[in-house]
């Protein structure tokens, strides 16, 4: 059986909040209410497999930026599925919004996994002094103390005039 993507629901908010356990945070363990709060300020995806949650990712668009800030996938062999299928749903959103580029702001120690496939996906590790000065101005307080995120960018050139 494979992983389904879909929009995620408040009755996944258990799921969600039970697979974000395991990953790594400086602020400690992900809460209820800081996932009740993705469900109001970002796009949330889900990847179920047999109606469990096995992977979740979050989304903003700023300034023709996408940004995803929240990308986990477990147990790690999804990640090649999951990752895959939650990676194509954002990108195909944020290019119906005419973003620039996607970037991944991944949780440091980030799992293998997820940066192995990232790069097989087409991302790139920049610092962000080596990305453009816009994206810098946007990315400003998302980032945090993140000196490294993973890029793709989705337009062959930056949109110069409003579209």
């Given amino acids: 059986m494979t992983e389904q993507v879909r929009r995620a629901r408040l009755q996944d908010l258990d799921g ?8 790594p945070r ?3 363990p992900v809460s209820e209410a800081e996932v009740t709060e993705w469900f109001y300020g970002k796009g ?13 990712a979050a989304w903003q668009a700023e300034n023709l930026l996408a940004v995803t800030d ?3 996938v477990e147990p790690a062999e999804y990640w090649p599925d ?7 749903t954002i990108e195909g959103e944020a290019q119906i919004l ?10 440091s120690p980030a799992a293998e996994e997820a940066q192995s496939l ?3 996906r087409g991302y790139e590790l920049r610092t962000r002094e080596k990305l453009h000065r816009i994206w810098q101005e946007v990315l400003g307080d998302l980032t945090g103390n993140v000196p490294e995120v993973m ?9 110069m005039a409003p579209v």
């Fill in 16 to 23: 969600i909040v039970r697979l974000m356990q395991g990953v």
């Fill in 26 to 28: 400086s602020t400690g």
């Fill in 44 to 56: 949330l995806w889900v990847a179920t497999r047999e109606d469990a949650v096995v992977g979740v």
């Fill in 70 to 72: 929240v990308f986990h």
């Fill in 82 to 88: 999951a990752g895959s299928k939650l990676l194509e």
């Fill in 98 to 107: 005419m973003c620039e580029a996607n970037v991944v702001l991944l949780p």
């Fill in 118 to 120: 990232l790069r097989q």
């Fill in 151 to 159: 890029v793709k960018e989705l337009r062959d050139r930056m949109v």
